[in-house]
């Protein structure tokens, strides 16, 4: 199960990812009936995309019998498609997916604006537009207090912020119910009784609490080699084969464009580099030790804290079903921290984000969310020290709770009366 | 040497008085009897004694001194309701309650092998617990706690869910263990196991010790004086012989074996009364008949004093 859960945890993230980049997959040609004379051979196309120019007069056959003529659609251009933006329409017998129709809006709109240019009698327009054309990516730089200047890239780290405070959620609901059921388990088969002639209840407790972490521990050490290896394997492939891509494209725009070898292989190499996919890889790899170093320390906290409210709980209940109740005002904080995570990884700096980070239930989830942001180290170090203080009273409250539970039977019992227990026992 | 002693424990729970002032002394290297209704407050007792709970007030001993945490090395519990982990193999399982009583791992394993040859189970080894029956699991549990060789063992009604073979196979072991010098308390509603085994015992009932002593002097104590003769003949042929001196009590005829039971008066000894029926009947049988456990348990627990003579507390 250690070794198969990564695998399917990745494949779960990667093909749904892999599924909608893949798109539409098939090749599509697309009949055009230009009245305005305006588009004719200028419609670009790709490897999937092609256009077909048909005259007015073959458009009714066309219309009928689509598939027969090997077209997928039609797109018919009113003449006054410069000024009426609705004048074209794209007829078909299947969906159009939106990526196609966009591509299409957006090939017209630049042709249509380059029409609208010449109305205004510009010389050399042609020369004029090809320097126009540009692409812009936004490259986001963080100032610290030095004024130095380190390169981010925003949607990695709401991406990393994400995945790890929802690992957070995960892994302290997991193995905090492991250790509920495992206390649920020896109360019912009535090991339990013979357990504690030997040791005490509270070495009991902590004994299922510690062993259970070693457990989840060693799974996710097993899981973050795996995963690192899987990432570097990754990288290489992802950034050679983005790469290359980037080597086939650079090359298309480079041979419409006029450019010589020199200059194509030069924007190549910087191209990759400077590529999206480059930057992701950096990023992670800049950041990932510290926030995986903090995220053990928070999941050992908080795991800890609820841990020992989940035995309480199980302590108290005779069987699974009767949880229910007594789960409630133990999962409300969790996923308070889950909604509050939402927020702060779009403000991780909010007061509302700040105040989250430090009360010790929600603390380990919205800090692992904040962690990424490079927040100010004493607000970390605040957090966890409130947290680990909290442990010590939640596990000398449950124990008083579970001392008193793990050996009555039947009582449905309410909080009054595990107050009761912790005021007696 | 009283191997363990409680004086005046007082246990409190929530809402319910469990032990009201209980005191109890067991010698050691015999076997106790620990009886008393449902709810009585025996298994609390039981509980004080394997320090799973601390008595309220009160004081505990053990071996003569005020009992501590350590000395539940010495001791092994078989609760009543029996428990093991269903998914974890009996040969693993039953090593880990060993060492959790401080065995060493090479001296577990020895004693364990030992053990489920002697109760020829060592088939068993390598299953897991769930996969055995109830009476194939206790025996287990069995093993397990006596494993360690405590000096006092406790053990909760030890012959529910047994079939006679079994069952004597338990009696056998625990008189075994009664030789080596261990002691052993028992607690059970099983009477007749009490009549066969148990040397001394206490009652509990309603929270507190409502009867303690040596098991044969109680049921004296709790005799009448009543003997039974057992005649070949018919009903009636000693009427005359009993009339105006002996207090008759029943008289049954099954198959021309009619069985008379007869009152004497407090230390009216029995002699004269066989000898006066002798010449008239051919007697089969002679007896004093002693009042069962279960009897004395039905007529203390119930409260009925009419017929009974009251007994002393006896202790040890």
Redesign the interface.
Same mark, same amino acid.
């Given at each position: 199960m250690t070794l198969l859960t990564p695998i399917l945890m990745g494949a779960l993230m990667i093909v749904p990812g892999i599924l909608a980049s893949m798109g539409d997959t098939t090749n599509k040609k697309i009949a055009v009936v230009d009245r305005a004379k305006i588009f004719t051979n200028k419609l670009q196309g790709d490897e999937k995309l092609s256009f077909v120019y048909i005259s007015d007069e073959e458009l009714p056959a066309y219309k009928s019998k689509m598939k027969d003529k090997g077209v997928d659609a039609i797109l018919v251009i009113n003449k006054g498609v410069i000024s009426d933006p609705k004048a074209a329409a794209m007829y078909s017998n299947d969906d159009i997916s939106i990526e196609l129709s966009s591509k299409i809006e957006s090939n017209m709109t630049d042709l249509i604006k380059e029409e609208k240019m010449r109305t205004f009698n510009i010389q050399n327009l042609d020369e004029v537009l090809k320097k126009v054309k540009s692409s812009v990516s936004l490259n986001t730089i963080k100032l610290d207090e030095n004024g130095n200047e380190k390169e981010t890239n925003t949607g990695v780290i709401m991406g990393i912020a994400y995945v790890f405070g929802f690992l957070m959620y995960i892994f302290i609901f997991l193995f905090g119910s492991q250790v509920m059921r495992g206390v649920i388990?020896?109360k019912s088969?009535?090991?339990?009784?013979?357990?504690?002639?030997?040791?005490?209840p509270i070495q009991l407790m902590m004994g299922k609490i510690i062993g259970v972490a070693a457990v989840g521990l060693l799974q996710f050490v097993m899981w973050i080699v795996l995963s690192v290896a899987i990432f570097s394997v990754s990288k290489s492939y992802l950034v050679d084969s983005a790469k290359s891509n980037m080597a086939n494209q650079t090359q298309v725009t480079s041979v419409m464009a006029g450019q010589n070898a020199a200059e194509m292989s030069e924007q190549i190499a910087a191209k990759a580099d400077d590529s999206e996919t480059g930057k992701i890889f950096a990023t992670i790899s800049e950041r990932i030790v510290p926030i995986l170093f903090y995220f053990v320390i928070f999941f050992i906290g908080g795991y800890l804290l609820y841990s020992s409210l989940f035995a309480a709980v199980g302590s108290a209940v005779d069987n699974e079903t009767e949880t229910q109740q007594l789960m409630l005002p133990i999962t409300l904080p969790i996923i308070l921290g889950l909604m509050v995570m939402m927020h702060t990884f779009q403000n991780p700096n909010s007061s509302l984000s700040f105040w989250f980070s430090i009360i010790p239930l929600t603390s380990p989830i919205v800090m692992m969310a904040r962690i990424p942001f490079e927040i100010p180290t004493w607000e970390i170090i605040l957090s966890i020290f409130i947290l680990y203080a909290t442990i010590f009273c939640s596990i000398w409250l449950s124990a008083k709770i579970y001392r008193t539970g793990i050996?009555m039977y039947g009582k449905k019992t309410s909080f009054k009366?595990m107050i009761?227990?912790i005021k007696?026992s | 040497m009283e191997i363990f002693k409680a004086e005046n424990v007082v246990k409190r729970y929530?809402d319910h008085l469990a032990l009201d002032s209980v005191s109890m002394s067991v010698p050691e290297g015999k076997i106790y009897g620990l009886l008393g209704p449902n709810g009585a407050g025996k298994t609390t007792l039981i509980?004080i004694i394997?320090?799973?709970?601390m008595p309220d007030s009160g004081k505990i001993y053990f071996k003569g001194n005020e009992m501590k945490?350590s000395d539940?090395?010495f001791?092994g $519990?078989l609760?009543e309701?029996?428990?093991? $982990? @269903?998914k974890m193999k009996v040969g693993e399982q039953a090593m880990y309650?060993a060492q959790? @009583?401080g065995l060493s791992h090479s001296e577990s394993l020895k004693r364990l092998k030992y053990w489920f040859t002697k109760f020829e189970i060592q088939a068993w080894w390598d299953k897991k617990v769930e996969e055995l029956s109830k009476g194939m699991a206790q025996k287990v549990?069995f093993i397990?706690?006596i494993l360690h060789e405590p000096e006092l063992m406790i053990f909760d009604e030890p012959f529910s869910g047994f079939d006679p073979i079994n069952a004597a196979l338990l009696k056998d072991e625990i008189l075994e263990f009664k030789k080596k010098g261990h002691t052993i308390i028992f607690s059970t509603h099983n009477m007749a196991s009490v009549e066969e085994l148990c040397d001394n015992i206490t009652l509990i009932n309603k929270s507190q010790n409502v009867l303690s002593g040596n098991i044969d002097e109680i049921r004296h104590s709790y005799g009448d004086n009543v003997y039974q003769i057992d005649y070949q003949g018919e009903k009636g042929a000693i009427a005359h012989v009993l009339e105006g001196r002996y207090q008759l009590v029943s008289e049954v005829e099954e198959k021309g074996l009619c069985k008379v039971r007869v009152k004497l008066d407090v230390d009216q000894p029995g002699n004269p009364l066989v000898a006066a029926v002798l010449p008239h009947v051919e007697v089969v049988n002679f007896q004093k008949i002693v009042p069962s456990m279960n009897d004395i348990f039905i007529k203390v627990v119930q409260g009925e004093e009419a017929s009974l003579t009251k007994a002393a507390h006896y202790t040890e």
């Open positions: 388990e020896e088969n009535r090991v339990v009784e013979v357990i504690i002639s030997s040791v005490k050996l009366e009761k227990w007696h | 929530a509980r394997n320090q799973i709970t945490m539940v090395q001791i $519990y609760p309701e029996r428990g093991l $982990y @269903k309650f959790l @009583k549990q397990t706690t």
